[in-house]
């Protein structure tokens, strides 16, 4: 039997790859930071939001810290670090293809739109140079490591295995 690939999408998924994980990244990305709430607009069981909230402040995703409201105990709020605000990418790209896909007739349930000019915003695929891709992925190409280390070092673009 062979190796599994050495990936980072797996990687990825072992952060952030539950229901649970991204439902509370989307809570965040919208402003939601304190426990309470996000587990009413999650529904997660308590046990595992905790859960969920712990890994993804022990991988970096997320810091947390304390706040007191008067005459109230300690409690815990979630902020997202660098590596999570980088997340919002993907974020917005799986609500995009679910808005595409799955939103049915009456529509997305939300829509995300651009402070400045108001119009409505989407991922895309653009490399280094600018260049902006189809959403298919044609065009994209995967180049191993080995490949690409050796073929940048010569100040030629990546080609792939010959």
Known sequence: MSEPRAC???????VVGERWSLLVLREVFLGVR??????????APR???TERL???VDAGVLRRGEYREEGRRPRHEYELTEAGRELRPVLTALMQWGDRYLAGPEGPPLQ???????APVRTAL???????????G???????????????????????AE
């Open 138 to 160: 044609e065009g994209l190409r995967a180049v191993p490591r080995h490949l690409a280390s050796r073929e940048a070092g010569d100040g030629s673009a990546p080609r792939g």
């Open 8 to 14: 980072s999408v797996a990687r990825t998924l072992d």
């Open 126 to 136: 653009i490399c280094e140079d600018g260049h902006q891709l189809p959403d298919s």
């Open 112 to 118: 995300l739109r651009h402070t400045d000019c108001g």
């Open 47 to 49: 046990a595992v939001l």
């Open 54 to 56: 712990r890994r993804l």
């Open 34 to 43: 304190r426990f309470d709430l996000i587990h009413k607009h999650t529904g």
